[in-house]
């Protein structure tokens, strides 16, 4: 019996591990770029070449310190938002195509799958600002609230349009049909949809210019003001799983996940989303925060309206294309 | 493997078996080795002090090498730097945040301001040394300390946190480097002053209403000066399109009461309730005429020559006598 559910969680066990490992070094890899864009070196001295021990004295350090709880706050909430928010992003990741043999990704709904999970991350959010009884906490999420439901309806009719298109909401049928040539290249439909996933995926993970909820010169550090300790580690690694699941996405379903210009292979998509992290990155450290008005105008009279044009436009092209 | 060995080699030792290098290290260490390694500074600074510490943090000394990234929260942070002087009035939020932050947490003072008080600690208003209200962990001296200081204390901080004690006292000597380059600096003269008198205190409203038709719309400053005989306060108008200035001043003599400004010139409203809490001049017609700078329940005018330096009401000043005896002790 104990045998079994050791093989049978073996592949879950290694995928987790070495999904938290990737995430580790991309707060490394985050560090250096920001580092190198402001001319300076980033972490260097812990771990000789380059700080390379730097995420493990960071989670070790987070694991030693005190666990504070302000004593006003609901204990039973405050312990659960960072778990939720860590259990979900991680468990996006079981429907991501990241192993190429993982089964979840023939299921003819994988997709929409991850999208209803991965939004359940605002749940963890919202419950955890507002059980600390802290008033940045609770006006941060608040913004958080606002912010991620709304951009969700464009995320989600951007990510609908190659669907159309292809005719399947499975990541296998997506990444099949990306064999010869990649979705971002088809013509018109392509880039727009890709530009309206790459706006509203920055402001789905919370970064800038829209990271309206952590902002420090309003709102302290926003949701997670009164976490420390290893509660805090949880959030610090869960907004970055989330980022990793979202460049994960954005490389399969625009730029062919693991189809290469020669090879066909799983690092392939690790490789993609690694540049496609440091495009977001790039971006993080090069724009200026908007305010939360501007956030909820620009999408609620730009970004939507847009990507309901763009989605009949496709439905028009696979009527066409299909019927006649 | 060799350039792994070395990097490891300050959290435990290796030992060479046939065909494997066996790791081993004890928990206190490896922990002793994080905290170390990940220091992570409360985001705030008090005076002249915290830009130098700013310049610490970006491109040229780059305190992120070491693993040190500012937290917003107190609750994430592991260090507290008190670069600056520290003010009565700052020293109750410093308790504040230092109780709010996550233990382990230590505190580097740095600047002599931070450490004793420097050339402000006989002031009414400012705690002479940060150890009055927290424990300190190293201190940084210098006005200001130079980048390299503030990394050298940090490091010191770090050896104190990987031989695993932590002593209350401990000094950074800066071996020699406070070396000051004195140049002469030249005094500005002002130039454009077109009138300089003194009012009678009935005339003010009429005399300064009276300016303020013919342009002068830009009141610079109210000051007061405490003569013996009583108390002077000084104005100065200024005409921003002639770049021309004029100054008055009206001689209170005993009384405390004179007309406010406020009505003509906005700015005047701060300045006036600056004065009134410094000095303890109340002007009428003023809309809001309490404390600005001093905590409300403050006694008596600091500024006044009667002002008695002993009827502090703060917990973090020293009394009289404690001060004369810290002060012969050193
Ligand atoms: S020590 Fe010098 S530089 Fe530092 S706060 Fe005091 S006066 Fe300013």
């Given at each position: 019996m104990f045998i079994e559910f050791l093989s049978f969680s073996k592949p879950i066990f290694q995928s987790i591990t070495t999904l938290i490992l990737i995430v580790a070094y991309l707060v490394w890899l985050e560090r250096k770029i920001a580092a190198r864009m402001q001319s300076r070196i980033g972490p260097y001295l812990v771990g000789k070449p380059h700080g390379w021990l730097q995420p493990l004295a960071d989670a070790l350090k987070l694991m030693s310190k005190d666990d504070s709880k302000p004593s006003s706050s609901d204990s039973l909430l405050f312990n659960f938002g960072p778990i939720w928010v860590m259990v979900v992003s991680l468990s996006?990741?079981?429907?991501?195509?990241?192993?190429?043999?993982?089964?979840?990704?023939?299921?003819?709904?994988s997709l929409m799958l991850f999208i209803a999970i991965s939004s359940l991350i605002i749940v963890g959010i919202f419950v955890s600002g507002w059980s600390s009884s802290n008033k940045y906490s609770l006006i941060s999420v608040m913004r958080s609230v606002a912010q991620i439901i709304s951009y969700e309806i464009p995320l989600v009719i951007s990510l609908l349009i190659p669907c159309i298109l292809i005719g399947s909401l499975s990541f296998g049928d997506i990444i099949e049909s990306q064999k010869n040539i990649w979705f971002i290249f088809s013509p018109g439909l392509g880039q727009i949809s890709f530009v309206i996933f790459f706006i509203s995926a920055l402001a789905e993970g919370n970064r800038i210019p829209f990271d309206l909820s952590e902002a420090e010169s309003e709102l302290v550090s926003g949701y997670t003001t009164e976490y420390s300790g290893i509660k805090f580690a949880l959030f610090y690694l869960a907004e970055y799983v989330h980022l990793f699941g979202i460049s994960v996405l954005g490389s399969i379903i625009f730029f062919g996940g693991p189809h290469g210009p020669f090879i066909t292979s799983n690092l392939i998509i690790v490789i993609k989303s690694l540049v496609f992290f440091t495009f977001i990155v790039f971006v993080r450290w090069s724009f200026f925060r908007i305010r939360i008005d501007q956030l909820l105008r620009f999408n609620w009279s730009k970004l939507i309206p847009i990507s309901f044009v763009v989605l009949l436009i496709a439905c028009l092209t696979k009527y066409f294309s299909e019927f006649n | 493997m060799g350039n792994v060995e070395k990097s490891l080699k300050d959290i435990g030792s290796f030992t060479k078996l046939p065909g494997a290098n066996l790791f081993t290290t004890s928990t206190t260490k490896l922990f002793n080795w994080a905290q170390k390694s990940s220091l992570w500074p409360l985001s705030f600074g008090l005076a002249c002090c915290a830009i130098e510490m700013m310049a610490t943090f970006?491109?040229?000394?780059?305190l992120d090498r070491l693993g040190m990234i500012t937290r917003a929260s107190p609750r994430q942070s592991d260090l507290m730097i008190i670069a600056g002087t520290v003010t009565i009035k700052m020293a109750e939020r410093i308790k504040t945040l230092y109780d709010q932050m996550a233990s382990p947490k230590w505190v580097i003072a740095a600047g002599s301001c931070a450490i004793s008080g420097d050339h402000y600690r006989h002031i009414y208003s400012v705690v002479p040394g940060v150890d009055w209200v927290i424990p300190v962990d190293v201190y940084v001296p210098g006005c200001p300390p130079r980048p390299e200081d503030f990394i050298e204390g940090i490091m010191e901080l770090q050896n104190l946190i990987s031989n695993g004690k932590i002593s209350p006292t401990y000094n950074v000597s800066?071996?020699?480097?406070?070396?000051i380059d004195i140049k002469k600096t030249k005094t500005k003269k002002q130039k454009n002053l077109i009138e300089n008198k003194f009012i009678n205190k009935n005339e003010l409203l009429n005399y300064a209403s009276q300016y303020k038709n013919k342009d002068?719309?830009?009141?610079?400053f109210i000051t007061a000066t405490d003569f013996e005989e009583g108390l002077t306060l000084t104005y100065v108008i200024s005409n921003t399109k002639l770049g021309e200035d004029m100054e008055f001043h009206v001689n209170l003599g005993n009384s405390l009461e004179i007309d406010s400004l406020s009505e003509l010139f906005v700015g005047a409203d701060w300045q006036e309730r600056e004065i009134y809490d410094l000095f303890g001049i109340s002007f009428s017609g003023h809309p809001n005429l309490k404390?600005?700078?001093?905590?409300?329940?403050?006694?008596?005018?600091?500024?006044?020559?009667?002002?008695?330096?002993?009827t502090h009401n703060s917990p973090y000043r020293p009394t009289r006598e404690e001060y004369e005896s810290w002060k012969t002790k050193l």
């Open positions: 996006a990741f079981a429907l991501l195509p990241f192993y190429f043999d993982n089964p979840m990704i023939n299921a003819s709904l | 970006a491109s040229r000394y780059d800066t071996g020699g480097k406070n070396q002068f719309l830009y009141l610079k404390r600005i700078m001093m905590p409300e329940d403050w006694i008596g005018h600091p500024l006044k020559k009667e002002y008695d330096m002993d």
